[in-house]
């Protein structure tokens, strides 16, 4: 029987919640939360349906006259690269949609059982993270994508802060040497996409890929991993920003360095900010400026937090999908987004000077995100932590969906807070060693 599909009365008596119920009963709202989720990720490691593949979504559904509608062009003006993909189904609509290690998202789940294990202190959780991230090691012989940092640091990363073994620093060094084998001097950046229309792209989102290679220089102690990783950031503030601030979601490079184009992939058009990668950019500036101390990331952080919190127009903190949406209930949120800027923001409110205000609106956010309204009631949702999540709008993919980067930022966020209260750093990579 699919237990997912059970109420969450039931639910409710199952072992898994069982498990959960570890949790400190403190009865703060952050332990609520987590609670919830450690629930909800056992329920969905209960679920997988076979070894070697992990839960990514749940399958929705679009129309090219919405989609019209939110974008504000004709069907004839959709981008040719952006080639819609296939309506799911009625047999598939609302289903859990599994992908395997090779998909970017893969290392996403077992990042978030880690987290739900340090949250709560559930030793079946910590079971069951080991076991998704062992899954994941074909994964670090990879040499055409740059999100092996998403997929490695999250799941190994985690692990080797939390359980740490040999074996483990082997898998995050082998992945950062191919990810700095996609970096090419005279661009001075690495390579994001091996697709597509462009000589050299480099997208925004390439940011978060750089906590692989800081760890990897600490790891090894050898400074080439961090050497890419600040010539990758700086090339990326002399050209990904407009001059308010706001980042372009694509910058493609000609051979020689200089920049051939600059456009979206999955905003609302080239001149908008796309809400998730405002966030990618707010939080792979200030872990830059975490591990190399230069005041440019620093600044850049700051610069891109106060243009965040002026450009967020929701009542609830929780973006639309697009900063430029329009302003209307029919424009999907994406809770994703909402979650990789409270993580960000949380850490950067350490840094800055700006750092009160900063915390505040990262912990209204997270509030927002723990209500009713957005995270799950134990025993729907397929499994998944948080609702309303949009991952490509112009792909006509993940409207206003459950998504299991947002759960593992939200995840990740929680831990911050928690961690601050306590006196802490936000993060503590530097326990990889
Ligand atoms: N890195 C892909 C995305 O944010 O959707």
Known sequence: MNKLLLTALTIAALAPAARAASVAGDGDWISRAAATAARQLALQAD???APGVFPRNLNTDFSIPD?????EIPCSEFKPECDLREHPGKDNYMKVRYVKPRDWTSGFFPGSLWLAYELTGDKALKEQAAKYTNMLLPVSYMTDTHDLGFMVNCPYGNAQRLSPNDSIKEVIVRTADNLIGRFDPKVGAIRSWDFGPWNYPVIIDNMMNLQLLFNASRITGDKKYTD?????ALKTIDHHFRPDYTSYHVVSYTPDGGVERRQTFQGKAD????????GWALYGYTEAYRETRRPEFLRQAEAIADMIIKRNNTEDLIPYWDFDAKPSPRSPR??????????GLLELSTFAKNGTAYRDYAERILTSLASPAYLAE??????FVLKHSTGSLPHGSEIDTPLNYADYYFLE????????QQGKPAADWARVK
């Open 67 to 71: 989609l019209e509608w939110h974008l």
């Open 47 to 49: 679920e997988v349906p």
């Open 413 to 420: 966020a929680l831990t911050r807070l928690r961690r601050l």
């Open 228 to 232: 890419i990783a600040v010539r990758h």
């Open 378 to 383: 134990p025993g729907t949702n397929g499994g």
């Open 271 to 278: 001149e908008s900010a796309w809400s998730r990668g405002q």
């Open 334 to 343: 994406d809770a994703s987004a909402a979650a990789v800027i409270a993580s």
